[in-house]
């Protein structure tokens, strides 16, 4: 119980949400009701739509290779100049001369990658953590909190900081594990606090008296009721990992190759240059904040929407 | 309620005793090491072993632990070998700390003053373009990165229109006295107000930038337990005896909407210097945050141990001060 009870408390009741539904309507079915008629929802739903069908298409809609330096030629160091916008070229090129709008068009790939992964992994690591300390109790559980507790009483940058820093060959992939990790004990204690909360549940304790195997009453009657707030979270999580790792890459971690755009990157090499040439930053800083605004958006909307209170 | 102090005490204590050991081994687990960073990639095999030897890394992890701690008892926790060369790394954590403290107290203050009075009126008045406003705003807050914010800050009031410094802490001109490290403390006491204004001015954009993120969540709660506390049975019963609207608002639901508030505040420490580290960066302060900067990029132990265990500490021992008030406030809560 150290870092503070009362913040346990607050995952611990994201766990509640999804517990007790007995009003003849899923509570999928409902909350799916309410979804559709809130803007807040159809508003973060559209911005996402858009992010992945331009992820989706972006190969066709770039116009230049995103590595190569096609416009180094008017970069000067010296003179502290950088290509402007010009036909064929909307957005000009960036400090090495590469094209601006298709690396931003690029980017949209790699930004999803990292936020998808990130999150997914730390998903995976959290469920593993949360389902051994929920399903088993007892001793399991004391241990397995305590590791949750550790980290969570280390700011979250910081633990990305490090975990990123124990890698010589810095890439696109120490930052995705690095974000996952900070993910790790937030879905941990989500997942214990549902898990716990549904043990001591009617239907449970009925498949247990049936005499339904232990493995499947974990999997087949406490985890499918354990979705809702692990939904949310997970929403919310992406908009945090695209965040941290933009964040990282200001801070001089991640991809030392930069053929392959990403959005975080952009934005966290754009830092020296903010002063002479902001653009360089706006682009695809407004990117990131449109996308993270998306999936905070939908993640909001969803817990509200999952919350029994509404419930009509 | 003393025995469940002592409980959360002994806790606390396993929590940064475990959390001391893994730091050690992963500090010393990462590639490079002080010696590179001292020495270079040039160094002759034999300095480089002197200095290994010197440091106490050729010893055994544990026993390099025991070293630490026995050294750490006595109030040395080694030189700082990156982030300022030869000062002991206490010292650079004290040096280092009231600036750190300043921002982060000044952003605190100012997500407090604005999050709570507009969450509670956005409570009192839900639906309305002031509530739907704060509402957005909150969210936006989120969404934008902290470093982009300090530098669009920064190039707009500082660098554009000039109404605000650009970087630091103190203009060079000043030769102000330091007491105690908290230049606009340290003004006041002084009563060099020119120096204290001065710090002041310096300290505004960056304290915007770094408030953002606990504005957002201060005022989401307070906006959220109003709305609780409002529908509760015992404002009802209020309202029936025929109490003033001032009673029923500041004593029946402000005081209990309160509560989740001082928790979230308490678990802002972690993110405020989670954000202190970005801002310090942006706008070139000398405190805890570029400490910890530095101190991975020239692979410091020394500093970057001191200034973790206590970020830690002080994360850890708000939110247990907060507990405490917590269940001195509420009965319910002590039992377990």
């Not at chain 1, 000067?76 to 094209?99: K, V």
Request: hydrophobic share 50%.
């Amino acid at each position: 119980m150290v870092p503070s009870t009362q913040r346990k408390e607050r995952i611990d009741a994201l766990s509640q949400t999804s517990s007790g539904s007995d009003a003849g309507v899923s509570l999928a079915a409902s909350a799916w009701r309410r979804l559709r008629r809130n803007p807040v929802f159809l508003v973060g739903a559209s911005i996402i739509g858009a992010f992945v069908l331009l992820a989706l298409s972006s190969p066709l809609l770039a116009q230049h290779d995103p590595a190569l330096r096609l416009l180094e030629d008017q970069v000067s160091r010296a003179q502290n100049e950088i290509p402007p916008p010009q036909p064929d070229f909307p957005l000009g090129g960036d400090q090495y001369g590469r094209p601006l709008l298709s690396r931003l068009l690029l980017g949209s790939q790699q930004t999803l990658l990292v936020a998808v992964l990130a999150t997914v992994i730390g998903l995976g690591g959290g469920m593993t953590l949360g389902i051994l300390a929920g399903a088993f109790g007892g001793w399991v559980d004391t241990l397995v909190m305590r590791v949750v507790d550790v980290l969570l009483s280390v700011p979250s940058l910081l633990l990305a900081v490090s975990i990123g820093a124990l890698f010589v060959q810095q890439s696109q992939f120490t930052v995705i594990l690095a974000v996952a990790i900070v993910q790790v004990p937030i879905f941990g204690r989500l997942l214990r606090g549902t898990m716990l909360a549904q043990r001591a549940s009617d239907h449970v304790l009925a498949a247990r008296a049936l005499g339904v195997k232990e493995r499947s009453v974990v999997f087949r009657h406490m985890l499918p009721n354990a979705l809702g707030p692990v939904i949310v979270q997970s929403t919310l999580g992406l908009a945090v990992a695209i965040i941290d790792a933009a964040a990282l890459s200001f801070l001089g971690l991640g991809a030392a190759d930069t053929s392959v755009p990403e959005w975080g990157q952009m934005l966290g090499s754009a830092q020296n240059f903010f002063d002479t040439h902001p653009q360089l930053a706006f682009w695809p800083a407004g990117c990131i904040i449109l996308v993270a605004l998306g999936f905070t958006l939908v993640g909001e909307s969803l817990r509200d929407a999952l919350d029994p209170k509404n419930r009509r | 309620m003393l025995r469940y102090t002592i409980r959360r005490l002994g806790q606390l204590a396993i929590v940064l005793a475990v959390l001391s050991v893994l730091l050690f081994a992963w500090l010393r687990s990462l590639p490079g090491g002080p010696v590179s960073a001292l020495l270079g990639n040039r160094a002759t095999p034999e300095s480089r072993a002197r200095l290994v030897e010197r440091l106490g890394l050729d010893e055994p992890l544990y026993v390099q632990y025991w070293n630490f701690l026995q050294r750490a008892a006595s109030g040395d926790f080694g030189v700082s070998t990156g982030v300022q060369r030869g000062t002991p790394a206490l010292q650079v954590f004290l040096q280092r700390m009231p600036a750190t403290l300043e921002l982060s107290a000044l952003a605190l203050l100012l997500a407090v003053v604005v999050g709570i009075p507009l969450g509670y009126l956005a409570a009192r008045r839900r639906g309305s373009w002031l509530d739907n406003i704060s509402i957005t705003w909150s969210l936006v807050g989120v969404a934008v990165p902290v470093f982009f914010l300090a530098f669009l800050l920064k190039y707009i009031f500082a660098i554009e229109l000039g109404l605000l410094p650009v970087s630091g802490r103190q203009e060079a001109g000043i030769n102000a006295t330091e007491v105690t490290g908290f230049y606009i403390l340290d003004g006041i006491l002084t009563r060099e107000w020119d120096a204290a204004w001065d710090a002041f001015l310096h300290l505004i954009l960056p304290a915007i930038a770094l408030s953002t993120i606990p504005f957002a969540v201060i005022f989401r709660i307070t906006r959220a337990a109003v709305l609780d506390v409002a529908e509760e049975d015992y404002v009802r019963t209020a309202r029936a005896k025929g109490l003033t609207a001032m009673v029923i608002r500041g004593r029946h639901i402000l005081r209990n909407a309160m509560l989740p508030v001082v928790t979230t505040i308490g678990l802002q420490t972690g993110a405020l210097l989670s954000g202190a580290v970005l801002t310090e960066q942006v706008f070139n302060i000398a405190g805890l945050g570029q400490a910890l900067s530095l101190g991975f990029q020239r692979q410091d132990f020394a500093v970057l141990q001191v200034v973790i265990i206590a970020a830690a500490m002080v994360y850890v021992l708000v939110n247990l001060i907060v507990d405490l008030a917590y269940a001195a406030i509420d009965p319910r809560l002590r039992t377990r």
